[in-house]
């Protein structure tokens, strides 16, 4: 029975998207870390995905990535530390702050989007270029559908 279990458990879609987006950071990480940048980990992928131009709360990132508020500050924390976050006074509420990312940030993100491309190339070539666009075209479609549940 548990055989069975496990065997339905790795073929459960949550599962497989999990594993494929770990994956997928992993190797966008290791060419990361072949240009030196070894200070980002899988863990701060939790947050960077939520950081935009305009700057964010931690209370906002918190709520958009199911964690709490305490585990993106620490995260907020560590990537300050190691300048690739700046903080803002937030404009309408004068006990917030926004989280921006740094000059060093906007760099690590134009060589992230690199890299990115890189490895959905990669992606793309084993799957076949149709089912990479089909599969990419479907994510999209869900992801714009959960926005609006």
Same mark, same amino acid.
């Given at each position: ?71 993106? *500050? ?27 990312? *740094? ?47």
């Amino acid at each position: 029975m548990s055989q069975l279990l496990s065997k339905v458990r790795d073929v459960h879609l949550g599962r497989m998207l999990l594993k494929l987006e770990r994956h997928f950071t992993r190797q966008v990480l290791d060419k990361l870390a072949a240009d030196g940048i070894k200070d980002i980990t899988l863990r701060h992928f939790v947050i960077i995905p939520y950081i935009d131009h305009k700057g964010i709360r931690a209370v906002d990132i918190a709520h958009q990535a199911g964690i709490t508020k305490q585990a993106v *500050s620490k995260l907020v924390d560590e990537l300050v530390q190691k300048g690739y976050l700046a903080l803002i006074p937030d404009p309408t509420d004068g006990r917030a702050f926004l989280i921006l990312m *740094s000059e060093k940030g906007n760099e690590f993100l134009k060589l992230t989007l690199k890299y990115t491309q890189q490895v959905e190339a990669q992606w793309s070539s084993q799957v076949g270029e149709d089912d990479f666009k089909t599969m990419k075209a479907a994510m999209t479609t869900l992801l714009n559908n959960q926005a609006n549940d």
